[in-house]
């Protein structure tokens, strides 16, 4: 009897020990796997629109912060495309989840159809909590104008124009701003668009090329998610 006792006290007293030298590893783990976990910025892209001017006006506010842009001729489908290449660009960024587009597009519809009377910063944000995100990806076209010819001999350059802002959902501030506003010429016509003319190739650009390096060109001033 006295020697089950026994076992009994030393199983206990293993059990014991191995907790006390354990615990600390346990929670230690635990504690680092969540310190990683706020490191990730979840982020969110609101789809981008088209903004046209009202009047035969020839410029256009942004939505967002009321700046006053040029703007023209926006072909069909611009807003997706320049989403599109925005939103790849955003996947070179470290540690950052891009929420999947099809349920940020379906929430941010359904919450402006139901609040039509709220400011549009009240829907962005509303959206944004919504989806647990702590940074929105908002983006406007103001001109898309396809190239008219061919890389080498072109009747009309293409001509591209965008705003896009990076909001804190928590607060709602402008963490970052990004405008082009950009109309290919050759360098007969403009010899300060050398660095930019040899970039693009040396050839006139399409709409969709003249985009591309008016991304990378903006989104070189990113310098993190922080105000």
Known sequence: MLSILWIRKVGCA?????FVVF????LWAQGTITSVDKTITRLAVIPFQAVVPEDGSSTVQCPICGSVNS???IVKGAEKIV???FTDKLRDLK???IIPLERSAGLYQLISTDSLKQALSQIIQKTGKELHADVLAVGYVY???ERVGYDYSAERPASVAFEIHLISVKDGSTLWRGIFDKTQKSLMEDVFQVASFFKGGAKWLTARELTK???DEVFSTFSGFEP
Not at 14 to 18: E, M, N
């Open 14 to 18: 293993i059990l014991l020990l191995t």
């Open 143 to 145: 001109r898309y104008r």
């Open 83 to 85: 989403e599109e290449i």
């Open 95 to 97: 540690n950052t989840e």
């Open 213 to 215: 390096l008016g991304v």
């Open 71 to 73: 703007s023209g001729s």
């Open 23 to 26: 615990a600390p590893y346990t």
